[in-house]
């Protein structure tokens, strides 16, 4: 067996037979779950407590008049409404003894006058009613209005629902009569481009903090009397990125799986989407009623075009920039994990060039996967230092395959010049110690 | 023939040159003193002879050619700063590092069972490193230096921070190890430490070679003719006599001649003057003694 190969053997083993390589590797996953779940749940259950809420209804469009002649205000979200009997001067004080947390006066306003477009209610209560509660009192009340107005001018509201329901898909269509889709492509790019991102970051760290402590436990040196510096720069490389694909074929496998078993379990016990239609799930802010035919539509369409997709082609585009960018920037990491030694504060600083180009990447990733033509596109999936990011990113666009095929080349040129680099830099690094490493003396180094 | 042979060897970082010019010749089956102060230049000079460095000119050459990396599995090396991964279990770690010497799976498992079955340490197999002792982490250092029976074994400080029981062990397995063959260089700045076990050294300082002879040779040609006498009874009238007295003790006394009076002539004379001698030694130079007379001309130079 060769040298290079035992030592990829070791960084391989050593990582995958620990503990901690286990419990991330699962944990991670099952611990994004559990957090994405946790948050299903706490919006299911609304965390803000039921507000009993009084309501002054003279407009009466917030209350409607039922079979058996009786007047009722239908709940909504957390709030449960009682309508006020009597006067609003009184109830204004009076509210808090029935046991009531606030007043809602809806006055009677002449509501279907077209010309008027700002109403106002009053609400009083010693507490703030919260802002998803007055989103949906807005909406509630909006919606009656219109209605209102509707009828006030002859106009079927089920008519005009049926007149309203139009979805426009556009299929947008290269030159090359591939199928493009910008608003899929966009979030695919996004995904790519942000795993990419996290791949060479915590993949390469873990490269130099390998690096970091062979030189600082002095094994290095040891071991340099066996081997080539350079044999064992690239098989910690190896080794750790084969600890890399190895942790994503498992994931792949857990989303499965768990994609699988989620939905048999959840099959028929999925809440109803209206019933999760208060604030969104992003950021809290109120969201519009989910239409159940328009949801449908989407996911029908979303599921056309990845199927459009080339999909090997894909997967294996995004085998070949992981490992690139990976060998690219991980030989950068090793590079500095031998010139800093045990001093993190010293790693850190020499870190930032790294880690640099890596971030402006994955903005500049952003801004093209909304101008996937552009020349900052272009030349970005050509450039070494950022095709890994980008080049994944525009694969939905469908760019010409001589510039897949340019960006691949320069990426490999890449990291044969990167790797080349640090070996250098690596080779003097590596049996230094007990010195500040600056800058020039790495450019020195390199350049020798 | 010279097993290894060291010549002209120079290496410079930036301005500084760690190693000037310096050749050594170290014999088969011998046991050699790298000795100098510390930052003299041997750990770089052991760097080049275990290819971890090249020197900037000069040659190495072991066995009569010239030294290579596919040749360092003849070379068992133990640096200074000991160093082990430390979350690695013993016994994988000392297959690994047998491995990367060359050794078979196979091979490097039944010498690694042997050497810690010498060393009674059998048990340890899959206890962490961490989780060692300093003394017994010494003791795999030790083991993963020569598990791959090395012609050449290079020890840089081998019995700092061992307590004297492991010394004792390590200084024992050395002289076996030199009766089966193997060639062992020492480089340490505690020169009373291998007086007694080198049979040859090389004294370094500020990256050059400053001395180098056997031991004993060494130590005749640096002595000062003094002899420590022991003996009983009254000091006669020194007068007369062909030496100069340096320190006169209770029954203990320390002369200086001059090197061409043979010792028997100061023993006859003392027994003449009517002294009982009990004892009558030679005082010859430590080797820390030597390197300080010769090095304090040069860095006052």
Not at chain 1, 161 to 173: A, G, H, S, T, V
Not at chain 1, 383 to 405: E, G, N, V
Not at chain 2, 70 to 89: C, V
Not at chain 2, 110 to 120: L, N
Request: net charge neutral; hydrophobic share 45%; charged share 20%.
């Amino acid at each position: 067996m060769s040298k290079t190969l035992l030592i990829i053997a070791r960084e391989y083993l050593t990582r995958v037979k620990k503990k901690s390589f286990l419990i991330t590797t699962i944990l991670a996953p099952v611990g994004m779950i559990l957090l994405f779940c946790m948050q299903i749940f706490i919006l299911l259950l609304d965390t803000g407590e039921v507000k009993r809420i009084m309501v002054k209804d003279d407009s009466g469009l917030f209350s409607h008049t039922t079979v058996s002649g009786q007047t009722q205000i239908r709940d909504l979200g957390n709030m449960q409404f009682t309508l006020a009997q009597g006067e609003l001067e009184p109830l204004t004080s009076s509210y808090k003894e029935q046991g009531m947390d606030g007043l809602l006066y809806i006055p009677n306003n002449h509501y279907e006058d077209n010309q008027k477009n700002v109403f106002q209610l009053q609400y009083i209560s010693d507490q703030p009613l919260g802002i998803n509660n007055v989103a949906i009192i807005n909406r509630k009340l909006a919606k009656e209005i219109r209605n209102a107005r509707l009828s006030a001018a002859n106009i079927d509201p089920d008519l005009l629902q049926k007149l309203d329901n139009i979805n426009i898909d556009i299929l947008e269509r290269a030159d090359d009569g591939n199928e493009v889709n910008s608003g899929l492509a966009f979030g695919f790019g996004m995904g790519v481009g942000f795993l990419m991102y996290f791949i060479i970051i915590v993949y390469g760290t873990m490269v130099m903090k390998g690096v970091m402590e062979e030189k600082t436990n002095r094994i290095v040196e040891v071991i340099l009397s066996s081997v080539r510096p350079f044999q064992l720069m690239l098989g910690k490389i190896i080794g750790i990125g084969a600890v890399g694909v190895t942790q994503f074929i498992i994931w792949i496998i857990l989303a499965g799986s768990m994609y699988l078993f989620l939905g048999l379990l959840l099959a028929g016990y999925l809440p109803n989407p209206e019933s999760i239609s208060g604030p969104s799930m992003m950021g809290g802010t109120p969201a519009e009623a989910v239409d159940m035919d328009e949801m449908q539509f989407k996911i029908q369409m979303i599921l056309d075009r990845v199927g459009s997709f080339n999909l090997p082609l894909l997967i294996g585009i995004f085998v070949f920039y992981f490992l690139g960018g990976y060998l690219l920037y991980a030989a950068l990491f090793a590079a500095v994990g031998s010139a800093v030694g045990d001093d993190s504060s010293d790693s850190q600083a020499l870190v930032f060039p790294i880690t640099i180009p890596i971030m402006i990447s994955f903005f500049i990733m952003m801004a093209v996967v909304n101008q996937p033509n552009s020349s900052l596109a272009f030349w970005s999936s050509i450039f070494p230092l950022s095709s890994p990011l980008i080049m994944p990113a525009l694969m939905p666009f469908s760019p010409p395959w001589w510039q897949i095929l340019l960006s691949m080349i320069m990426l490999i040129i890449g990291f044969v010049f990167t790797t080349a680099l640090a070996a250098k830099i690596y080779r003097t690094g590596i049996l230094m110690w007990g010195k500040k490493i600056t800058f020039r003396e790495l450019a020195k180094w390199a350049l020798k | 023939m010279s097993f290894l042979s060291l010549s002209n060897i120079v290496k410079t970082f930036d301005q500084t040159k760690a190693v000037d010019q310096v050749s050594i010749e170290v014999q088969p089956q011998s046991i050699f003193g790298m000795l100098g102060p510390n930052g003299a230049g041997k750990t770089t000079l052991i760097r080049i002879i275990t290819n971890i460095l090249l020197p900037d000119s000069g040659t190495v050459m072991l066995e009569g050619q010239p030294m290579n990396l596919s040749r360092t599995r003849l070379i068992g090396y133990m640096p200074e700063e000991r160093g082990l991964y430390k979350k690695m279990k013993v016994g994988e770690e000392l297959l690994y590092l047998a491995r990367l010497r060359g050794l078979s799976k196979a091979e490097a498992k039944q010498k690694i069972e042997a050497w810690m079955e010498r060393f009674d340490i059998l048990d340890w197999w899959d206890k962490k490193v961490e989780e060692l002792s300093k003394g017994m982490q010494q003791k795999i250092q030790f083991i993963s230096t020569v598990v791959h029976q090395p012609k050449l074994i290079i020890l840089d400080e081998p019995f700092s921070g061992l307590d004297p029981i492991n010394t004792n062990l390590i200084r024992s397995e050395i002289f076996r190890l030199k009766s089966e063959g193997a060639t062992i260089i020492f480089s340490t700045h505690r020169m009373e430490q291998v007086e007694e076990i080198c049979e040859e050294i090389a004294l370094i300082h500020q990256g050059q070679k400053v001395l180098e002879g056997q031991v004993h040779k060494l130590k005749q040609q640096f002595k000062k003719n003094i002899f420590k006498i022991g003996f009983n009874g009254n000091l006669p009238n020194f007068e007369q006599a062909p030496f100069r007295i340096l320190e006169e003790k209770q029954a203990c006394l320390q002369i200086q001649t001059n090197p061409d009076i043979n010792p028997n002539e100061i023993l006859s004379y003392l027994i003449a003057q009517g002294m009982t001698i009990h004892s009558f030694n030679e005082v010859l130079p430590s080797l820390n003694e030597i390197f300080i007379t010769q090095v304090s001309p040069l860095s006052n130079e």
